[in-house]
């Protein structure tokens, strides 16, 4: 069975400007999540998808960071313009349908801000 | 609220040792699940296992074992005969067991705890 993929791997840009990073789940996975991992810290949520709904985006800062999943399989993340502090990793996971179901998690993307 | 705390920031050992990873939960729900993952250098989070909170038996799988006490709130991980290749971030995480419209299943991970295992 394929894993999460995730691209690109590495990312560096400026500060204020924008990037997207890509995530394709493992297949039949109907929940997809995006975490954002700051260095030394455990991954938080940003915000997670059944199908193509938005489930939970609390965390996700909406004046800069935008998420979709339109048809349900791959997602995008976006984030435009980007400060300093959102250096960080981008882990995209994905699992079954149901509650307490195993997140399995790609590669991730890291990115940094100069 | 829900909250992960690992107490322990880095362990080193020495190969073949053993070594336990501890971890405390928070949550005022009675149905949970916990959880532990293993981050290696490469950084994709592997799955090592999920324990519901009706289940408080213990687990052995070859080296790794896991030891959860709902009456303490821990769910401590032991790995027996450490290796090199077991160095890695280790990441203890809750989630809910019932979904509900303030409960979406989403993982609360603990800080990780760095471990080191020399040769």
């Known amino acids: 069975e394929a894993g999460v993929a995730q691209s690109p791997r590495y990312k560096i840009i400026e500060k204020r400007q924008s990037v997207a990073f890509w995530c394709n789940p493992i297949?039949?996975?109907?929940?997809l999540y995006w975490y954002q991992q700051i260095l030394g810290q455990g991954p938080k949520l940003l915000i997670q998808?059944?199908?193509?709904?938005?489930?939970?985006d609390s965390q996700l800062p909406k004046d800069r960071f935008s998420a979709e999943r339109l048809k349900g399989v791959d997602s995008t993340l976006k984030i435009q313009p980007a400060k300093l502090e959102d250096s960080a990793v981008y882990l995209c996971?994905?699992?079954?349908?149901?509650?307490?179901?195993?997140?399995?998690f790609g590669d991730g993307t890291r990115l940094s801000i100069l | 609220a829900q909250k992960v705390t690992q107490a322990q920031t880095e362990i080193s050992v020495v190969e073949k040792e053993d070594v336990t990873l501890d971890c405390v939960y928070e949550?005022?729900?009675?149905?949970?699940?916990l959880f532990w993952y293993k981050q290696p250098p490469s950084g994709e989070l592997v799955f090592l296992i999920r324990?519901?909170?009706?289940?408080?038996q213990n687990e052995i799988s070859g080296r790794y074992s896991w030891n959860f006490q709902k009456s303490t709130s821990s769910f401590n991980f032991t790995i027996t005969a450490s290796q090199v290749v077991d160095s890695a971030v280790y990441f203890c995480?809750?989630?809910?067991?019932?979904?509900?419209?303030?409960?979406?299943?989403?993982?609360?991970f603990g800080q990780g705890t760095t471990l080191q295992v020399k040769p």
């Open positions: 996971a994905s699992s079954k349908t149901g509650t307490g179901q195993p997140q399995h």
């Open positions: 297949s039949g996975h109907a929940t």
């Open positions: 998808f059944q199908n193509n709904g938005v489930v939970d």
């Open positions: 949550t005022r729900d009675t149905t949970y699940y």
């Open positions: 324990r519901n909170s009706f289940d408080e």
């Open positions: 995480a809750l989630s809910d067991l019932e979904v509900s419209s303030s409960n979406t299943g989403k993982l609360i």
